[in-house]
């Protein structure tokens, strides 16, 4: 059973450059969470979704990022517009069901540098 | 939102030695979790506690969760390299502290 799934590992682009960000949940898994990680730092909640429906984004910034996840494929986060400010490492985590006791497995992260 | 604060934000010692890491919140938890992350990977959960008083053990590990559920300790028994990490707890909405980055020195 293969664990949850980023790619790329890491990413660069260039400011005003779209950046895409994959994650595929482990097998059975439904519920798909999102956070940013700033070097030192703990883990920032972003988003956290079901099979094609958001369910809470309020750790989302209003413009410029949004995510999916879509009823085949891997969940996606996309940064438009890309700043060096959204230079971070971005998690993943899925889980089979929200309950509160639910274990969730994170995926190794995805590296974004903005030059 | 449930915030969860986290103590100490650093903490370097030797090794062999004991250490404890709290995670504490104003707010009821139906449950907490505890993760460690290494340096370059996602975090790992090593423990969910769910019960007020429930002490849960990991080899060198001993997690409490609070009788009131709003806070909750990790103690390590004679610290070992291997365990330098981020340790995060999380409550049931996902959210995270900020972390306790432990270094333990050979």
């Known amino acids: 059973n293969a664990g949850v799934m980023q790619n790329p590992r890491h990413l660069v682009r260039r400011r005003g450059q779209e950046a895409r960000l994959r994650c595929s949940p482990m097998k059975g898994h439904s519920h798909v969470y999102w956070y940013r990680q700033l070097p030192e730092e703990g883990l920032k909640f972003m988003v956290y979704l079901q099979k094609e429906n958001i369910i809470d984004e309020s750790g989302m910034p209003k413009e410029r990022f949004s995510a999916e996840f879509p009823k085949e494929g891997p969940s996606i986060l996309r940064i438009q517009q890309v700043v060096r400010g959204d230079s971070a490492a971005y998690f993943c985590a899925s889980s089979p069901q929200r309950q509160a006791n639910t274990e969730a497995f994170f995926g190794q992260g995805t590296r974004l540098t903005v030059v | 939102t449930q915030l969860l604060e986290q103590s ?99």
Request: hydrophobic share 35%; net charge positive.
């Open chain 2, 8 to 106: 100490p934000q650093f903490l370097s010692i030797q090794e062999g030695e004991n250490l404890t890491v709290y995670c504490n919140s104003s707010s009821v938890f139906s449950s907490l979790q505890w993760y460690r992350q290494e340096p370059g990977e996602g975090p790992v959960l090593l423990v969910t506690v769910v019960t007020g008083g429930e002490v849960k053990k990991l080899k060198r590990l001993t997690f409490q969760f609070g009788d009131a559920r709003k806070d909750s300790s990790l103690h390590i028994t004679a610290a070992q390299p291997g365990d330098t990490g981020l340790y995060l707890c999380a409550g049931g909405d996902m959210r995270f502290g900020a972390g306790t980055r432990l270094t333990v020195k050979p």
